[in-house]
């Protein structure tokens, strides 16, 4: 039955700063200092702040919030030049820590005019989609219409307070676009219908309002359903961290310090209730587009990328193919956008054809192919057979990337001596090791014919040792998780740290023990001269088992 109704409101934390400005307000408010190129010492951060790393693309930049809009406005081929001021209003961090649903960002024109807006949503699985709006009118009634066919509640006390305020008495300029949804935000939805905005100019008029938001967002099903309605909007005028005094700022923290860590526990509630109670139909998450932003790395997966970036190098420049390509990593670093081209005069590439685009759009992808022991069969499937629900990559031309990899690739076995007589004995066994979790994986224990992947090759043979050593503790670390924790290597990394903690304990013991080795008992027993061994050795294992891998 449709619709299933469920109403929630809380109150809500959001601080607006004009883009360009970095530096702090007292120690209520900073922006931009973390990504500041301080030479001496940096100041320290306020207790609420905004940094450019929490915002559109993945890592920070040297240019704040400001070198980050830049660049997001060229990807969307807009002149940064026609949107001479910004504001972005978002949830601050608070003490490091920040969980931020949706920001808004408003793009004024030199006349101080509201001409686009950025929508930056993340989701509860650290992914992100920025949608980029420009104002287009439309009939602001169906905010209204949809007000009454689903019947959403609200705070009566707020939405009271909302209409009195003074700011709100004023006609502001409303903003409103459309756009279809193509980013997962909630189970309870699929990743199909379309979103309306209907946003107030907070700053209107010339950039000196009180900040007054009210920006509502509806949700419309691929069958024209009207499915959600969420808004936000200021219950009182803003506050200027400015003049807060020594008493207000306790206050202010006070009655706002908080609000940030329970964002997620509210939202998780308020998901238990659609699920048990209204019985609502669970979507699984599906990985994201090319259009957005997937989740952040771990440690594995960083270092399988960095050497999966030579080694693509490596094969374009020594391909015979006639084209380029663009390479656009899902794990931010030194390289955010690269172009490789054959090498050598005789590789002609055709004229006027754009390089090959290949976006790997979440980390994930580096994990497969760490697992994988062939890039072309790891590629193949999604290309042959393209399911956007489970894609972990982007290509413009399916066929010309995987020629890249079809080509005979020469493997070491990973008995051969040839492949790691190369290496010092400690190596030598770490990389055995890497070979028969591999073997084992593929159940070619007893098999003469496995081959070691041509990315281990790879990297048994590169030039920058630390990226092969991180490479290799990765994969290891990968298949190990495989065979023993559920393909979990959060599990591997639980396990060790509580082994390390144990070790730790016998150290602490045997301390103990040296002092009273008998306490008034004698000679002490076996156990007891096993544990004082056990401990005196204890930091030598922990030292082992970081070498190990």
């Known amino acids: 039955m449709f619709p299933k109704k469920h109403s929630f409101s809380y109150s809500y934390l959001f601080v607006g700063i004009p883009i360009g400005w970095r530096g702090s307000v007292g120690d209520v408010l900073s922006a931009d200092l973390e990504s500041l190129p301080w030479r001496g010492r940096k100041p320290k951060t306020a207790w609420f702040s905004v940094e450019s790393a929490d915002h559109l693309s993945r890592g920070d930049n040297v240019n704040g919030l400001q070198g980050k809009l830049d660049a997001y406005l060229e990807s969307e081929n807009e002149n940064p030049e026609d949107y001479a001021h910004a504001y972005l209003i978002t949830a601050p961090r608070f003490l490091g820590y920040a969980f931020n649903p949706v920001s808004f960002w408003y793009l004024y024109n030199e006349c101080k005019d509201l001409t686009a807006m950025i929508l930056e949503v993340n ?15 439309m009939d602001i009634s169906v905010f209204e219409t949809e007000n009454a066919d689903i019947e959403v509640k609200t705070l009566e006390n707020d939405v009271e307070k909302s209409e009195q305020s003074p700011s709100n008495k004023q006609a502001p300029n409303k903003f409103t676009a459309s756009w279809p949804k193509d980013f997962h935000v909630s189970p309870f939805n699929s990743r199909k219908g379309a979103y309306s905005l209907s946003a107030n100019d907070p700053f209107s008029p010339n950039l000196l309002g009180k900040g007054h938001v009210n920006n509502s967002i509806v949700l419309k099903s691929s069958k024209e359903h009207f499915k959600l309605n969420a808004r936000v909007f200021s219950t009182s005028d803003s506050v200027d961290p400015f ?5 207000d700022t306790c206050k202010f923290l006070a009655s706002w310090w908080w609000v940030g860590f329970v964002t ?14 209204r019985k609502l139909h669970v979507w699984y998450r599906p990985e994201v587009l090319k259009d957005s932003v997937g989740r952040t790395e771990t440690e ?16 374009v420049e020594s391909s015979n193919l006639p084209y380029a390509l663009k390479y656009i990593p899902a794990v931010p670093g030194e390289h955010h956008e ?12 055709v004229p006027c054809q754009d390089p090959i685009t290949f976006k790997p759009t979440t980390p994930l992808f580096y994990s497969n192919i760490a ?19 489970a894609s972990t990559f982007y290509t413009s031309h399916g066929p010309s990337l995987l020629a890249l990899f079809e080509e005979p690739q020469r493997a070491t076995k990973p008995r051969s001596s040839r492949s790691v007589s190369h290496l010092p004995r400690l190596d ?18 007893r098999s003469s014919s496995f081959v070691a992947p041509v990315l281990d090759s790879f990297a048994l043979h590169s030039s920058d040792v630390i990226k092969a050593c991180a490479y290799r503790r990765a994969v290891l670390k990968l298949l190990a998780s495989d065979l ?19 070790l730790c304990w016998l150290c602490v013991q045997t301390s103990v023990g040296l002092i009273e080795p008998t306490k008034g008992q004698g000679r002490p027993t076996m156990p007891e001269s096993g544990k004082l061994i056990l401990g005196c050795v204890g930091i030598h294992l922990w030292w082992a088992l970081g070498r190990l891998f």
């Not at 697992?371 to 629900?389: G, H, M, T």
């Not at 030598?428 to 224990?445: A, D, G, H, M, P």
């Open 123 to 137: 989701n509860t699985f650290d992914e992100r989609r920025m949608y980029f709006l420009k104002d287009t009118p």
């Open 243 to 247: 003049w807060f005094n020594d008493w």
């Open 484 to 502: 023993l924790a559920f393909g979990v290597p959060g599990v591997l990394d639980l396990f060790f740290a509580s082994v390390r903690i144990w």
């Open 300 to 315: 594995d997966e960083r270092a399988t990328a960095m050497l999966f970036r030579d080694f693509l190098k490596s094969r």
């Open 338 to 349: 690269e172009i490789f081209k054959p090498r050598g005069p005789e590789h002609k590439l």
């Open 428 to 445: 030598r066994l770490r990389w055995q090791l890497v070979f028969w979790l591999r073997r084992l994986r593929s159940r070619k224990i």
């Open 264 to 277: 997620f526990p509210r939202i998780a509630r308020e998901a238990a209730k659609l699920f048990f109670r």
């Open 371 to 389: 697992r994988s022991e062939n890039v072309y069969e790891c590629l193949a499937p999604e290309i042959q057979r393209p399911d956007p629900q």
